[in-house]
T-cell receptor, first 108, second 114 residues
Framework: AQRVTQPEKLLSVFKGAPVELKCNYS??????LFWYVQYSRQRLQLLLR??SRESIKGFTADLNKGETSFHLKKPFAQEEDSAMYYC??????????FGGGTRLMVKP | NAGVTQTPKFQVLKTGQSMTLQCAQD?????MSWYRQDPGMGLRLIHY???????DQGEVPNGYNVSRSTTEDFPLRLLSAAPSQTSVYFC?????????????FGNGTRLTVT
């Protein structure tokens, strides 16, 4: 069975500080991993996906198959980054499993 | 372009009542799904559909029914509401599957069962 774990329910940092939101997964196949974000009063939306190896709003995430992790990182947090972040894994049957979410609070 | 539309936004039910949460998308997406969002548990998949006439169970299907008679609509039915079904429900759709098909979410339906 696949599982996505986000160990931190809440992460609080000051503006300008680096931020890392942790995501670990368990899956026997080749995973497809995503980060979704939900800003206050907005719908959940895709932030980035591992296969694209892209940087969105300064965020990056590298898939580490050895550690089964897909941590989300940003070198300098901004106040507008405050949101709920969900790591998600899609299996071969297209079921998307979400982690429990991490609320990021960036303080001024 | 409306995207994914969910109705109602809020609903209060009494235990034992039934109701249908509506979800419609106008993007001609093949894949549609329902999630419930509970504090500390993230989003859990209830049911999903890979095309009209095809549905399958997710992680937490008990107490819910779905049907997919058209590409656009994917209603979620609560047959006999229970307090454990108090949650925020999200409908999501994507064009197909794979990395190039991100999910598009609706705004959610907040359901309270008393």
């Amino acid at each position: 069975a696949q599982r996505v774990t986000q160990p931190e329910k809440l992460l609080s940092v000051f503006k300008g500080a680096p931020v890392e939101l942790k995501c670990n997964y368990s899956y026997s196949g080749s995973p497809e991993l995503f980060w979704y974000v939900q800003y206050s009063r907005q719908r959940l939306q895709l932030l980035l996906r591992h296969i694209s190896r892209e940087s969105i709003k300064g965020f990056t995430a590298d898939l580490n198959k050895g550690e089964t992790s897909f941590h989300l990182k940003k070198p300098f947090a901004q106040e507008e980054d405050s949101a709920m972040y969900y790591c998600a894994l899609k299996n071969a049957g297209n079921m998307l499993t979400f982690g429990g979410g991490t609320r990021l609070m960036v303080k001024p | 372009n409306a995207g994914v539309t969910q109705t109602p936004k809020f609903q209060v039910l009494k235990t034992g009542q039934s109701m249908t949460l509506q979800c419609a998308q106008d993007m001609n997406h093949e894949y549609m799904s329902w999630y419930r969002q509970d504090p500390g548990m993230g989003l859990r998949l209830i049911h999903y559909s890979v095309g009209a006439g095809i549905t399958d169970q997710g992680e937490v299907p008990n107490g819910y029914n779905v049907s997919r008679s058209t590409t656009e609509d994917f209603p979620l039915r609560l047959l006999s509401a229970a307090p454990s079904q108090t949650s925020v429900y999200f409908c999501a759709s994507s064009q197909a599957w794979g990395q190039n098909s991100p999910l598009h979410f609706g705004n959610g339906t907040r359901l309270t069962v008393t």
